[in-house]
């Protein structure tokens, strides 16, 4: 299917060679056709459907949500409850100084909202952020984010931002104490899964500190589970001072919250007040699914799903095709000799009923982010036709 067939029925598409597959229905790890075949969804939608797509506990939460009320009033006016359940639940599993939740409709709004918040409490300008970073596509979110060709069409984007190479530490000399914050993903994702290293940011906590800049870090996909803890830098024993949030928090609807500490947030009431405000951000609807993930996240077996992760990067790296597989809990990207091999394991995984996919920067390789609490059932079913992809990926089909 090409673009035109979307564009002929009024939808705008941004992607000139769409899957196209058309969706009837969607249980657990499969996605269902129109045409009655069956796709694994290995990818999570690109995240938010992390523990799978319709999980009854979600949509029992979201009956109920919808048969209370739907949209009652702007954010912050009222108390609802599935707002302050979300925000309870997701603090919960915070540490003290991540206290306080602002909600927002997304992944990109919850950057837009971590960035106006950095300067208001800092009084700077400037952002610092990485090489490789990927952080939206709204104009402060693109700032920020790395890829030069996707940026510069959109030119001038906000001045001042400065990047400096991820992972290395003398890149931190960047962080001069005239930024703002420094915005970082803890585990890169369209840069292809790149974990730091502890000591980096370590030290990047440290540089913040002596600088007086915040650490803003960006877990809208590695965050909620997706890294084997609930949050990413939970590896690395290093707290940010603002967390971004998206995706998987709305267990399949769309939600983004930026925590941070109280008295920070407060900040945003006063000169001017609602200094920032939006009219759907913390829906009723999206924070009653919020809230059943969180419930989910909080009692997940991550030694189980540990156990898959570890099983599914053997298999990945045993194939000859395969160059390199970096993965941390079930955060997957699989390097191959080149685009056209990445590709090629596509597009037969399709056929053989897997969803695999691209990144948007790193065209070596693909990405898997399979639901967080498949069954043994379900991994017997992947292994086979992921085989089957993995070896067309060897043949070239000229
Ligand atoms: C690390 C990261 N930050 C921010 C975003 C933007 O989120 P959204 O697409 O919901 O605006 C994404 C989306 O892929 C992301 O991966």
Redesign the pocket.
């Known amino acids: 299917m090409n673009a035109e067939s979307f564009l002929d029925g009024h939808l705008a598409q941004t992607t000139l060679y769409p899957l196209g597959l058309r969706v009837a229905r969607a249980e657990g790890l499969d996605l269902i056709l129109e045409d009655g075949r069956r796709i694994m969804d290995l990818i999570s939608g ?1 995240g938010p459907s992390a523990w799978g797509h319709g999980h009854p506990e979600i949509l029992q939460a979201l009956h109920a949500q919808i048969d209370r009320h739907l949209h009652t009033m702007v954010y912050g006016e009222f108390h609802q409850r599935s707002q302050d359940d979300a925000a309870r639940l997701l603090t919960a599993l915070l540490p003290p100084s991540l206290d306080t939740v602002y909600f927002v409709n ?3 709004e919850a ?1 837009e909202g971590a960035m106006k918040l950095a300067k208001r409490i800092t009084r700077r300008g400037g952002f610092v952020a990485c090489t490789g970073a ?4 709204t104009h402060g ?1 693109l700032s920020v984010s790395y890829n030069a060709e996707r940026k510069a069409p959109f030119a001038p984007l906000l001045p001042n931002v400065a990047f400096m190479p991820f992972n290395d530490l003398e890149g931190l000399a960047a962080i001069d104490g005239s930024q703002a914050a420094a915005i970082v ?1 803890t585990v890169q ?2 840069a292809g899964i790149r974990i730091p290293s502890r000591a980096w940011l370590e030290a990047l906590r440290q540089r913040c500190d002596e600088t007086g800049t915040l650490l803003i870090f ?1 877990e ?2 590695a965050g909620m589970g997706r890294t084997g803890k609930p949050f990413a830098f939970e590896h690395f024993g290093v707290v940010p001072d603002v967390l971004c949030l ?2 998987a928090l709305g267990g399949g609807l769309p939600i ?1 919250a930026f925590v941070a500490q109280r008295d920070w947030m407060r900040q945003l009431a006063h000169t001017p007040s609602l200094g920032h405000i939006t009219t759907f951000g913390g829906h009723p609807v999206p924070c009653a699914s919020a809230a059943a993930a969180l419930r989910l996240l909080a009692r997940h077996d991550w030694e189980a799903m540990e156990r898959a992760g570890a099983r599914l990067e053997s298999f990945l790296r045993a194939h000859p095709l395969v160059v390199e597989v970096r993965r941390i809990g079930l955060y997957i990207a699989v390097e191959l000799p080149d685009e056209a091999a990445v590709t090629r394991v596509i597009q037969r995984g399709l056929e053989e009923g897997i969803l695999l996919f691209w990144f948007l920067s790193t065209p070596q390789a693909f990405r898997m982010a399979p639901p967080l609490n498949l069954t043994e059932a379900d991994w017997a079913r992947i292994w086979p036709p992921l085989q089957a992809a993995l070896d067309a990926g060897q043949t070239s089909s000229h």
């Open positions: 690109i997304s992944g990109a950057i990927y952080h939206g596509n979110a993903e994702g369209d960006d809208v996909q998206g995706k983004g």
